[in-house]
């Protein structure tokens, strides 16, 4: 078993706070768990713990931080040991957000905050959002786009063979997808730490930016669950920036949309695909096999190439 078990949550800035908190309630479909003065924590109707976003005012956009949870108290003293030894930047200690326990926080090479963590808070729905079904953290509500669960998320990086090598040491994932491009640079890497296809994304940055943000995106239980969410982001002047359509890489059906502050989020549904082989070879993509475009579906817009957050001149 990893040291890692999964994608815990996300950390977005937004410069528009109360319009991006209003989307991510009423638009997007998430709860709010808990709120300070500073950030709002909020969760999908199926994830388990506390919260999966975490939305924190700021002067520009972006992610501030990614956190994973270990599989263990022991996997997550072992991890540290492995990260401090590893070269890359250590931040150290710190108490952990509300909903979990102190994390180990340390920086890839471009800028990128990560932690990881053990003690949880499971969270418990009160009487307005307990299920039906005891097996479910929360009740399905249906507003807005209504997603299940925190996906992936998909960061930017010069040097994306660097940016591998940091997850392969410190986190412990494994490559499922890639792009080689003709000149022999690694055009993206898709990571995973457990049987899902991929919990991030790394793709090359074409804006002469650091620690710039892609997009985050979360899960739905089926391809109409989309398809209804863009006709709710059409009614709520939501900027649709591309899809719906299919991935050729990772074959995910999906939605990209812009919330207010510009950060770009993206609903998603990869069915029943996992990657269950224990011996799982990378599917290697070509330049040329790229440029046909996505797997069906228009052409990918140009901004899906360019934008980033937080923008740059």
Known sequence: MNDIAHLGHVELYTNQFDASLDFFTR?????????????????AF????????????????????????????????????????????????????PGHGRAFRFKDPFEHVFEIYWETQRYHAPDTEKPALKNIAQRYHGRGAAPRRLDHLNLLATNVEEFR??????????????????N???????????????????????????????HLTYATDQREDILRAA??????????????????????FFLYIWEPAGNRIELANSGARLILAPDWE????????????????????????????PPVE
């Open 184 to 214: 022999g640079r690694i055009g993206g890497c898709w990571f995973t730490v457990n049987n899902k296809t991929y919990d991030l994304a790394c793709t090359e940055e074409h804006g002469a930016g650091t620690g710039r943000f892609h």
């Open 27 to 43: 638009v997007y479909g998430l709860t709010l768990t808990e709120q300070d003065a500073t950030s709002a924590y909020l969760r």
């Open 231 to 252: 006709d709710i982001f059409l009614e709520n002047g939501v900027h649709i920036e591309t899809g719906p359509h299919k991935h050729a890489i990772q074959g995910t």
């Open 282 to 309: 990378p599917v290697v993509w070509t330049e040329s096999e790229r440029k046909k475009g996505q797997a069906w579906g228009l052409k990918t817009i140009e901004t899906f190439h360019t934008h980033g957050t």
């Open 46 to 97: 199926d994830d388990y713990e506390h919260h999966s976003l975490k939305l924190t005012r700021h002067h520009t956009t972006g992610v501030a931080h990614i956190a994973y949870r270990a599989s263990s108290e022991a996997a997550f003293l072992s991890r540290v040991a492995k990260i401090e030894a590893s070269g890359y930047e250590v931040i150290g200690w710190v108490d952990g957000d």
């Open 165 to 182: 090598r940091f997850m392969e040491t410190c986190l412990g994932s494994r490559v499922t997808e890639m792009i080689q491009l003709d």
